[in-house]
């Protein structure tokens, strides 16, 4: 059923599901859950939509992991607003590698098992075919890279005086390729991206104190899989971008035909990035919808800093951010609302990291050279933006939120349970959150 209702809670959503092409997928039992979402939708008595989506690294069991807690973490006193709720949660494949330890490969004549506690090679190939290409090219150049890292001893230091193998150099420009290299799209893809420029420069990368591994520049293994967990980010990032342009503003211009309700879309991570490129319109076209949403709540965007700025100082390169049009009146006609944490590692350390090795600074822009996202630094230069005050623990106090402005709030306070190399990153059940979303969907209806 499209239906969850969350376990030891009154709340529920309509969960959507789509393939990597950005195609709805049916329910166990057959039915269509968008469908099942917009009847709801057009009841009697609807005032209000909230449509969330959870960011990278998200497979099916994650995003309902995910939406469990954020929604159950809501308690909103919505009879006392006159609001009457529907929640939908998105789920789009964002899972670009395992958690697990890359298996050593087979030694020996007889080819012995491999050894180790994680994802064989095989398992491996398919796990990142499911996200960059499941044809025989791709597999085949996969192969060849994940075989070669295995083959390396895990506590093998690096040096600068290693070298790519000359088969694993021409492997990843044969993932290039096939990911669809062009001339315009920044300095990843046929802009002259070199996986061993990108593996040299990583074994010259300051320590990231254990933000992707313990020490994940310091070994071998891990700088020669650098280009591919490059690659793999930065194919996360575009498919975010366009499933938000396509699927994603599909639905919420279905909401918007469907009924007189208010929308508010919610974001994590790379679901900024989703949520606002379906504000923003299909086809990468800026178009507002017919109604301008009525609120935008990014969470630890893994999103540039400058990507909402109509006009990037030249200092930093100029340009124009690929989202400045959602802070438009016409597309979201309410507060947007940016948190940010010291303690996101994933957004703070690797975010920069990633987008550095890519020469990529602005979506959808490289001029700019300053890294970073949202999540760190708050959305720049975007005019009459508000610094709110700090986001306290318990916090229930209205802010104060005004429509047409965009806020951006230190949320430390609050999201700082570190859990691994992202640190907060996910940390984001938190009713204070919910609430701070809450009044930003209220400040609408004023």
């Known amino acids: 059923m499209s239906l969850r209702r969350i376990p030891g809670r009154s709340q529920s959503y309509h ?151 000359a088969g694993v150099a021409e492997a990843y420009r044969t993932l290039v390729a096939r990911l669809g290299a062009s001339a315009d799209d920044g300095g990843l893809l046929g802009g002259g991206w070199d996986p061993d420029a990108v593996f040299a420069e990583s074994l010259t990368t300051e320590a990231d104190d254990g933000l992707l591994g313990d020490g994940w520049f310091s070994r071998l293994r891990e700088a020669v899989l650098t280009p591919l967990r490059q690659l793999t980010f930065w194919n996360s990032k575009n498919h975010a971008r366009e499933f938000g342009e396509g699927a994603a503003a599909d639905l919420v211009r279905k909401i918007i035909r469907t009924a007189d309700v208010r929308v508010h879309l919610m974001g994590h991570s790379f679901g900024t990035i989703v949520v606002s490129s379906a504000v923003r319109g299909a086809n990468g076209s800026p178009k507002p919808p017919a109604r301008p949403v009525s609120s935008l709540f990014l969470v630890q965007g893994a999103v540039s800093l400058w990507a909402f700025a109509e006009e990037v100082p030249e200092k930093f390169g100029g ?96 999201i700082a349970k570190l859990d691994g190399a992202s640190g907060a990153h996910s940390d984001i059940g938190h009713a204070e959150l919910s609430w701070l979303a809450w009044n930003a969907a209220r400040a609408s209806a004023r």
């Open 15 to 165: 969960l959507i599901s789509y393939d990597r092409k950005g195609r709805e997928q049916r329910d166990e039992d057959g039915g269509v859950a968008s469908e099942a979402a917009l009847a709801a939708i057009a009841a009697p008595g609807v005032t209000d939509v909230f449509v969330l989506s959870h960011g990278w690294q998200g497979d099916h069991a994650d995003a309902i992991s995910q939406y469990d807690h954020w929604i159950g973490a809501a308690d909103p006193d919505a009879d006392a607003d006159g609001v009457s709720p529907v929640v939908i949660g998105l789920h789009w494949p964002s899972k670009a590698w395992s958690d697990r330890e890359l298996k050593d490969a087979p030694s020996g004549l007889l080819g012995d098992e491999p050894t180790g506690d994680g994802v064989t090679v095989d398992e491996a190939v398919e796990e990142f075919a499911a996200q960059l290409g499941d044809d025989p090219a791709t597999r085949e150049a996969l192969r060849e890279v994940l075989a070669y890292a295995a083959s390396v001893p895990v506590d093998q230091e690096a040096s600068d005086a290693d070298e790519l193998p």
């Open 319 to 414: 340009g124009r951010g690929y989202l400045a049009d959602v802070v438009r009146p016409e597309f979201v006609s309410g507060p947007i609302v940016v948190t940010r944490s010291k303690w996101d590692y994933a957004v703070g350390k690797f975010y920069p990291l990633a987008v550095r090795l890519a020469g990529q600074y602005l979506l959808g822009d490289d001029e700019a050279p300053k890294y970073g996202g949202i999540g760190s630094f708050g959305a720049h230069g975007v005019a009459g933006s508000v610094e709110l005050p700090a986001l306290a623990a318990g916090a229930r106090q209205d802010p104060g939120l005004e429509a047409g402005t965009l806020y951006n709030i230190d949320a430390s306070k609050v």
